[in-house]
């Protein structure tokens, strides 16, 4: 069965850092990688996705994909406080439209 | 736009007893999801329906969960004698095809 796999669990930064979390993913496959924060109490929201090998970048929000090595990254520039949340990574198969999740990265933002 | 909306917000349940979870997903979505979040992980697909048939329950304990959508807009999701086991957050989602989910804020169940 795919997993999705992140790291690190949890992640501390000063505010105005660089935010950097990983994930890797088991199937090959997959058709797009979506990156979603989820504050406590809240849903998760769609935050950036990817199809392609490469990167994206949207506003304070880059994200790479490597397919060769299965691995995704997320890098928030300058981080503020209010970023502080959880981050999920989930992967989407072609033929399917399930999201297989991980089990997040817990960001903390330091004024 | 209001988004997905979902009720209740909570419950609290003794075990063997069953509850209903209700979901209104966003206007003219076709696709609705449900997803079980235990504490610490990230969600887990419980069924989807694509209008008001069922793509994929392979994942829903059938045994004791059933979810319905009758006319292809909201659902319900139904646990019929519940373990302390079930105890998560219950998080519906909606989305145009395949594209982007949107998600609820989610019902959170606590099962003693």
């Known amino acids: 069965q795919e997993k999705v796999q992140q790291s690190p669990e949890s992640l501390i930064v000063p505010e105005g850092a660089m935010s950097s979390l990983n994930c890797t993913f088991s199937n090959s496959a997959s058709q797009s990688i979506w990156w979603y924060q989820q504050h406590p109490g809240k849903g998760p929201e769609a935050l950036i996705?990817?199809?392609?090998?490469g990167n994206k970048k949207e506003g304070r929000l880059t994200v790479y994909l490597n397919r060769a090595s299965l691995h995704v990254s997320l890098h928030i520039r300058d981080s503020q406080p209010s970023d502080s949340a959880v981050y999920l990574c989930?992967?989407?198969?072609?033929?399917?439209?399930?999201?297989?999740f991980g089990s997040g990265t817990q960001l903390t933002v330091m004024p | 736009e209001a988004g997905v909306t979902q009720s209740p917000r909570y419950a609290v349940l003794q075990e063997g007893q069953a509850v209903s979870f209700w979901c209104d997903p966003i206007?003219?979505?076709?696709?609705l999801y449900w997803y079980q979040q235990p504490r610490d992980q990230g969600p887990q697909l419980l069924v989807y329906f694509r209008d008001e048939a069922v793509i994929d329950n392979s994942q829903l304990p059938s045994d004791r969960f059933s979810a319905v959508r009758p006319k292809g807009t909201n659902s319900t999701l139904k646990i019929q004698s519940a373990k302390q086991g079930d105890t998560a957050t219950y998080l519906c989602a909606s989305s145009l095809a395949g594209y982007e989910q949107y998600f609820g804020p989610g019902t959170r169940l606590t099962v003693l």
């Open positions: 989930a992967s989407r198969s072609s033929g399917s439209w399930q999201l297989i």
């Open positions: 996705s990817i199809f392609s090998n």
């Open positions: 206007s003219g979505h076709d696709t």
